[in-house]
């Protein structure tokens, strides 16, 4: 790799803290304010967390610099990257391409979810909950939005809108802009939310909950904490990659995931310190699964002092998680489509965009009656919403992650390699780090993943 196949300078971001900031703004979204929360609370709270912890540190944040590190090695997107470090027409150009159908693939049906959230934020506003404590009357207002064909779709255009007009400004116009303003404001608004959460009389019980150790921690919570831990750092599928590929070539790798890491923690625990006081103080359980913040939150805030605003406020940051993550996702699609077939930024946003947006639509008619609802539903037991969850999920970001690990492990030129990890980064040049990344690329993560694998077969 020569210098002079570094990209233009528009093609870089502008700081390190801008790069920090779109990463952490990808790694940051529904996966930790939606999702975390709700799955600590199914496996029963402090030891979850624990070992969803050691998931990060030990395997979330070597794959994290492995991404990173081929992306700003190459200065390429996800396909182009895996051929100019093997060869033009290698096998392992398809790790990249899995990884762009994936993220196609999250994008579509994440754009729903965060759909839902856009609904909710639209009633804050307006002041559209049902009145009193009545949790049927909430439940009934979640399931008619999941099953609205309209609201869904509307919704669902409006978020793509807007994450594609933020892609097609480009690196540093838009996508490092947005994420500076986006988590800065994401954090003020966790704080504040926290603040407030440590007010309430579910406080206490919450931290208890939180960080006590529990007894109903099985097999099942421990490969559930490993898939989320790579889901929320936003691994396997080349996203990080991508991004990583907008470093200058000296940029600190090490270092920058490190941060990246601890900012997606904090926000995942932060967003737990906000719902289950408000959960506990009026006597929810914070083990409601899917519907926790469209169903237990609103009910139970509306029902506290100062509701209305913390309703707004939450809705607000959910939405500021799930763009600056969405944005990542279809920034990986498009920067594909810029490198490889060299289509202008303008034209690859807009198509990709566009045609994510189209791939959203079953998952829009999911919640319904018709084919892409309940039609497979009694055809293949899911339906199309839970099918693309399910495939992306389970399947296509473990094959990524594993195939990122064994490629930088054993096919990646050792010196090229170790002179990588070490550019840079202070922390990268003490040898025992290195060794132990390499020892967790190699075997720890191709192992770990095929276990979870063999366990989503229902081998034990
Ligand atoms: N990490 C994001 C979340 O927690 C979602 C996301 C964005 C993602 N880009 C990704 C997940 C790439 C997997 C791969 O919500």
Known sequence: MTEQENRKASNHWRSSIGFIAAAAGSAVGLGNIWKFPYITGQNGGGTFVLFYLLCIVILGLPIMVAEVMIGRTTQSSPVRAFQRLSAPNSGWQVVGMLGVFAGILILSFYSIVAGWGLHYLFLSIVG??????????????????????????????????????????????????????????????????????????????????????????????????????????????????????????????????????????????????????????????????PGLIFINIPLALLQLPWGRIGL????????????????????????????????????????????????????????????????????????????ADYLSSNWLLPLGGIGISLFIGWRLNPQLRTLEFQDGSRLGSKSGLYSGWLLVVRWLSPIVIVLVMLYNLGFF
């Not at 994420?179 to 208890?208: E, R």
């Not at 097999?219 to 904490?225: F, G, I, P, V, Y």
């Not at 790579?230 to 920058?256: A, K, N, P």
């Not at 940051?317 to 289509?343: H, K, Q, R």
Request: hydrophobic letters at 55%.
């Open 128 to 289: 559209g909950f049902p009145q009193g404590n009545n949790p049927q009357a909430y439940t009934d207002l979640f399931d008619s939005l999941v099953q609205s064909v309209r609201l869904n779709i509307w919704w669902h255009s409006l978020f793509m809108g807007i994450t594609i007009v933020v892609v097609l400004r480009g690196i540093r116009g838009g996508i490092e802009k947005f994420a500076n303003w986006g988590m800065l404001a994401l954090l003020i608004l966790l704080g504040g939310l926290a603040v407030y959460g440590a007010t309430l009389p579910g406080f206490l019980p919450a931290v208890k909950f939180l960080f006590a150790f529990s007894d109903n921690f099985t097999w099942k919570s421990a490969l559930e904490a490993l898939g989320h831990a790579f889901f929320s750092l936003s691994l396997g599928i080349g996203v990080m990659l991508t991004y990583g590929s907008y470093l200058q070539r000296h940029d600190d790798v090490v270092g920058t995931s490190i941060a990246i890491a601890i900012a997606d923690t904090i926000v995942a625990i932060g967003a737990c310190l906000v719902l289950f006081p408000i959960a506990f103080s009026v006597g929810l359980e914070p083990s409601a699964g």
């Open 312 to 387: 707004l406020v939450f809705f607000v940051l959910l939405l500021l998680a799930a763009l600056t993550s969405a944005v990542s996702l279809l920034e990986m699609a498009v920067s594909f489509l810029i490198d490889s077939l060299g289509w202008s930024r303008t034209l690859a946003a807009s198509t990709m965009g566009g045609f994510i947006y189209l791939l959203g639509i079953p998952s829009a008619l999911s919640g319904g009656s018709g084919f892409f609802g309940a039609g497979l539903k009694q055809l293949i037991g899911m339906s199309w919403f839970d099918a």
